[in-house]
């Protein structure tokens, strides 16, 4: 039964969510994991794309269960970089070879849709990068304003499709008002990159699998998913994943198959569970590779879930670290703004 369903989900062929559980408990893995690295390579090619993250406020007027930089924990060391040493940064990204800047922060009501536009503008006109913005729910006139200024992508995750999960881990955020606002950012043009996180407390393989099929549904440009990890300052401190780690890269590979022309990232929290986590996950349906450039400094001010990997290692290093495990995996950089695969622009 696992190995027909297997075929069917690599015909295209409509997945339902006892189909999709049928696969996360699927027992011959390398076969799951050879058909998503074939379907990567058909048609997303070699290239691995570097977006750099700078992750540039940790200061968040939310309250996730789970984040460290939850608005409730006095116990972190706000900032904000200047934007003087993000425009540095930048530069910096351009000779490193990254072809896309992620700018994340937490919701910081300081950064106004004016800040952030002239922000972006500097950036467009004084380096060829990409520019990916991440700072949580905001209004239409800001997506608007924020595309006019040379933004060419937005992320957003909604973290579940289950609305008393969802309200269970946001307590103060509703999931249907994200999810316009997802709705939104396609309705204006602009490449959008969604996801969820894998084992959140009490989550049932019916309900991974049901995310599963949502994300898909979303016809997402990017899809970036990652297994749940508590900050010991939160209240969901002592809460486990539900699901081990074998769930965690069957649902990359699953999610490249249902998703063959999305760009998949392996994120930062694949390593903190496994110092070669990123590497699999590339052999397992990935595409991106998403280094910190944040500067040193703060970086260790912006830990979202403990073990976070590279906070004591300079931008620098990162970069070469990054190209050497490219070079180890037999892939290749990509040297274009890896924009999406589904863009008649491209």
């Known amino acids: 039964m696992h190995t027909t369903i297997l075929d069917h989900v690599k015909q295209g062929q409509t997945m339902t969510v006892e189909n999709i559980v049928s696969l996360l408990t699927f027992p011959e893995v390398d076969s799951l994991y050879q058909a998503a690295n074939e379907c990567r390579h058909n048609n997303m090619g070699d290239d691995i794309y570097l977006r750099g993250i700078i992750e540039f406020s940790n200061i968040c007027i939310k309250n996730c269960n789970y984040c460290g930089i939850r608005g409730s924990n006095t116990e972190i060391v706000p900032y904000r970089i200047p934007d003087k040493d993000i425009l540095n940064t930048c530069q910096?990204?351009?000779?490193?070879?990254?072809?896309?800047?992620?700018?994340?922060?937490?919701?910081?009501?300081?950064?106004?849709t004016e800040k952030l536009a002239k922000l972006i503008m500097v950036i467009k006109e004084t380096t060829p990068l990409a520019i990916t913005l991440s700072v949580g729910e905001r209004d239409e006139e800001a997506y608007r304003i924020w595309k006019k200024a040379g933004m060419d992508r937005y992320l957003l995750r909604f973290e579940t499709s289950d609305p008393k999960l969802f309200k269970a881990c946001h307590p103060d955020d509703d999931l249907f008002v994200r999810l316009e606002c997802l709705e939104t950012l396609r309705n204006k043009?602009?490449?959008?990159?969604?996801?969820?996180?894998?084992?959140?407390?009490?989550?049932?393989?019916?309900?991974?699998?049901?995310?599963?099929?949502?994300?898909?549904?979303?016809?997402?440009?990017?899809?970036?998913?990652?297994?749940?990890?508590?900050?010991p300052n939160t209240p969901f401190a002592d809460q486990p994943n539900s699901f081990n780690s074998d769930i965690f890269y069957k649902t990359i590979a699953i999610l490249r198959l249902l998703n063959p022309l999305a760009h998949i990232p392996a994120t930062t929290a694949f390593d903190a569970i496994?110092?070669?986590?990123?590497?699999?996950?590339?052999?397992?349906?990935?595409?991106?590779?998403?280094?910190?450039?944040?500067?040193?400094?703060?970086?260790?001010?912006?830990?979202?879930?403990?073990?976070?990997?590279?906070?004591?290692?300079?931008?620098?290093?990162?970069?070469?670290?990054?190209?050497?495990?490219?070079?180890?995996?037999g892939r290749t950089l990509g040297n274009d703004a890896g924009h999406s695969f589904k863009n008649p622009l491209r």
Request: hydrophobic letters at 35%.
């Open 274 to 329: 496994d110092p070669n986590g990123r590497d699999l996950v590339l052999q397992r349906g990935a595409n991106v590779f998403m280094p910190n450039a944040t500067p040193m400094a703060y970086r260790e001010h912006y830990q979202l879930y403990p073990g976070k990997p590279c906070i004591t290692e300079s931008s620098d290093d990162c970069a070469g670290c990054v190209k050497g495990r490219i070079k180890r995996l």
């Open 189 to 231: 043009g602009i490449q959008v990159g969604s996801g969820f996180l894998i084992g959140l407390p009490n989550e049932t393989l019916e309900q991974l699998a049901h995310d599963i099929l949502f994300c898909t549904q979303l016809n997402l440009d990017m899809i970036g998913i990652g297994p749940f990890i508590a900050h």
């Open 92 to 112: 910096k990204m351009v000779d490193w070879g990254y072809t896309s800047v992620v700018l994340q922060s937490g919701e910081d009501p300081f950064y106004t």
